[in-house]
């Protein structure tokens, strides 16, 4: 990358430019996260992770800690502001970066010890803000790249949902939209359009996230349940019948249907599947008056 022209797409390049460690400076993984602000601002998080290997490899990143807290950080600083002050330009619209802070640490896992650099700073005019809608991505102009191990995501703000998207990302996990390596993005990608949450776009956002595959499984649960629903149902009995017949006959040939619920001690759903297997076979019929069902044997 030259020095002289430091355009929106080398901004991971940027990033990934890292002091030049004794131990093999190659990140066995890298996170970059963008988590962005309904005032259109736009808070970046990046985390580098080595493995060390070694007490070798431990000393070393120990030393680069040093170099990285103090002297590396003001020139990271600087170049990442010249990354967004040529997109302001490209672009037309006022940026500035703030809050930029560099640290490296050491922490311990399961698998032994894990060099860590983390880069955050705040992107003033990240995103453009209209009536409400969020457009995010523009600066991103070429387009961007992820390699093996890396991924980025973009942390949508509360209230707001995903409008469009573009190329579909790999993982929606709640507020967060992920990409993961190895992918190259499109000139403006990756891109998203935000707006606030209401009923009617919550729906499209549902629509348009909703895996084709859980819907298959979730009508097939829904079928299953049905069906076992109706093997669990008691079969309809004689007795029954004849019991509800012997109501309405009491009542003079016609009844309205709570009565029957309440003098036969059934279900509602039982005794309205019982008149139903009658009206099918002709012996009652059923009609509304007011807000009553009433039913009457036909003679």
Do not use: C
């Amino acid at each position: 990358m030259k020095n002289e022209s430091l355009t929106p797409t080398a901004l991971l390049t940027v990033l990934l430019v890292l002091p030049q460690l004794t131990t093999p400076a190659i990140p066995v993984s890298t996170f970059y996260e963008v988590s962005v602000h309904a005032d259109g601002n736009g808070v970046w998080y990046v985390e580098h992770r080595y493995a060390l290997k070694s007490g070798e490899d431990l000393e070393a990143f120990k030393a680069a800690a040093e170099t990285i807290a103090s002297e590396t950080a003001a020139e990271y600083k600087v170049r990442v502001e010249r990354v967004v002050a040529e997109a302001s330009s490209i672009l037309g619209r006022e940026m500035k970066l703030s809050d930029f802070k560099v640290t490296a640490d050491v922490r311990q896992t399961l698998t032994g010890a894990v060099g860590v650099v983390t880069i955050s700073f705040k992107w003033l005019g990240f995103a453009v803000k209209n009536d409400g809608v969020l457009s995010v991505g523009d600066v991103f102009i070429g387009g961007l790249s992820l390699m093996e191990g890396e991924s980025f995501t973009v942390k949508i703000p509360e209230g707001y949902v995903v409008e469009n998207v573009s190329p579909k990302p790999d993982e929606v996990v709640g507020n967060l939209v992920r990409w993961y390596g190895r992918k190259s993005f499109g000139d403006g990608e990756p891109r998203l359009i935000l707006s606030h949450a209401t009923t009617g776009n919550e729906a499209n956002r549902l629509a348009l996230w909703l895996n084709p595959a859980l819907v298959l499984t979730l009508a097939a649960a829904v079928l299953a349940a049905v069906f076992f629903a109706r093997k669990r149902a008691k079969p309809v009995e004689n007795t029954d019948i004849q019991t509800i017949l012997d109501i309405i006959k009491r009542h003079g040939g016609t009844v309205s249907q709570s009565i029957i619920v309440d003098e036969t001690g059934m279900s509602k759903a039982r005794v309205s599947m019982i008149l139903k297997l009658l009206e099918e076979n002709g012996r009652v019929m059923r009609f509304k008056r007011g807000r009553e069902k009433i039913v009457r044997i036909k003679r």
